[in-house]
């Protein structure tokens, strides 16, 4: 069974957005960027998601972050 990625469907969001400039796209305690929006709709633990690439497309939950990591 695969993992939960991403919180929607990418390229959903924004023309020209990334996840990198999304302010879901992040943890405190994870290696691996994963998307902080799909562990909150799913109800699932962050290290239990696929990381997400930087270069996505952003989704529909897109917000933008205010540095970049
Ligand atoms: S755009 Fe933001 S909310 Fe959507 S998948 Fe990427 S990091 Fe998650």
Known sequence: MSRLQFAHIPGM?????????????????HKERVCAKAAELSG?????LTPVSGG???CKYWEE???TP
């Open 13 to 29: 969001g924004p023309a020209g957005k990334t996840c990198r400039v999304c302010r879901h796209w992040n943890t405190d305690s």
């Open 44 to 48: 699932k633990r962050l290290e239990d």
């Open 56 to 58: 996505t497309c952003a």
């Open 65 to 67: 972050r205010s540095e």
